[in-house]
T-cell receptor, first 112, second 116 residues
């Protein structure tokens, strides 16, 4: 069965420093992988998606993620954090019913 | 263009009651999915509807039901509410049903349900 595991429940960085949010996946076939962001009292917004094309995926707001099959990972990175990046981030993979299967989330805090 | 809209925004119900949540997809989208997000967890898949038929169901009890109307809007119904049903209920719409890489799911802001 497909699943994703987010390795950190909370990450704290200083403004202007790099962001790394970690996600490992488990899948019996080539997965589709996604990163979503959720700001307080808002719905989920898609940051980027991997669908077996380029392994380095660029998303919105300067985020990118690299698909590493050998490590079964799809970590989200950003070179320089901004205060507005503070939010909850969810890694997800595609389920067999056309649904999304989400990890438990990583809360990103950005210190001034 | 309007995004996915959900109503109501917040709802407080008592154990044992029934609740109906509503979702209007983006214009032109024919697929609607429902997710439950309990505090501190990722969203969990409840249902997917496409062209007014149920196309997928997550691991939820029969107290949960849904339907999709000819205009592609959708309702999620929950009977005999339990305290554990307290959650944010998210609706997502997509153009069609199929490979998620092709048909992105766009999420609404959710309905916050509190069961007391």
């Amino acid at each position: 069965a497909q699943s994703v595991t987010q390795l950190d429940s909370h990450v704290s960085v200083s403004e202007g420093t790099p962001v790394l949010l970690r996600c490992n996946y488990s899948s019996s076939y080539s997965p589709s992988l996604f990163w979503y962001v959720q700001h307080p009292n808002k719905g989920l917004q898609l940051l980027l998606k991997y669908t077996s094309a380029a392994t380095l995926v660029k998303g919105i707001n300067g985020f990118e993620a690299e698909f590493k099959k050998s490590e079964t990972s799809f970590h989200l990175t950003k070179p320089s954090a901004h205060m507005s990046d503070a939010a909850e981030y969810f890694c997800a993979t595609g389920g067999s019913q056309g649904n999304l299967i989400f990890g438990k989330g990583t809360k990103l805090s950005v210190k001034p | 263009d309007a995004g996915v809209t959900q109503s109501p925004t917040h709802l407080i119900k008592t154990r044992g009651q029934h609740v109906t949540l509503r979702c209007s997809p983006i214009s032109g989208h024919k697929s609607v999915s429902w997710y439950q997000q309990v505090l501190g967890q990722g969203p969990q898949f409840i249902f997917q509807y496409y062209e007014k038929e149920e196309r997928g169901r997550g691991n939820f009890p029969d107290r949960f039901s849904a339907r999709q109307f000819p205009n592609y809007s959708s309702e999620l119904n929950v009977n005999a509410l339990l305290l554990g049903d307290s959650a944010l209920y998210l609706c997502a719409s997509s153009l069609a049903r199929g490979q998620l890489g092709l048909y992105e799911q766009y999420f609404g802001p959710g309905t916050r349900l509190t069961v007391t």
